[in-house]
């Protein structure tokens, strides 16, 4: 009967012993998810909010750094204006990384 007790009182130390061993695990989780995940998906949202408000005639930078005036928009793809001699290319919307023109409902 004693040695029942004690394989008894060793497993509940033994399970209480690799509870422990989960702690820094899960504090490590908690850091990576409120110092990384939670403001890359806020930035995400906010660029998915930029893109979906770009209207003609903004002024925009690309991902490859062109700097230009949006001059029309279409579902997935922007013609953008650049240069003296209004050369126009065509980029994908997720290509937008920065919209220079401040609007008023923005500004608020």
């Known amino acids: 009967m ?15 012993m690799s509870l422990v061993s989960l702690v820094p695990l899960i504090l490590i989780i908690v850091v990576f998810y409120f110092l990384l995940i939670r403001p890359q998906r806020k930035k995400d949202k906010q660029d998915a909010i930029m893109r979906k408000n770009l209207q003609v005639g903004d002024e925009v930078v690309t991902a490859g750094g062109v700097v230009g ?8 793809t922007v013609v953008v204006e ?3 001699d209004r050369s126009k290319i065509r980029v994908k919307k997720w290509a937008i990384a920065q919209n220079l023109t401040v609007h008023e409902d923005q500004s608020k």
């Open 2 to 16: 004693n040695i029942l007790i004690n394989n008894l009182a060793d497993s509940g130390a033994n399970s209480a």
């Open 82 to 84: 650049t240069g003296g």
């Open 69 to 76: 005036i949006v001059f029309s928009i279409k579902d997935d």
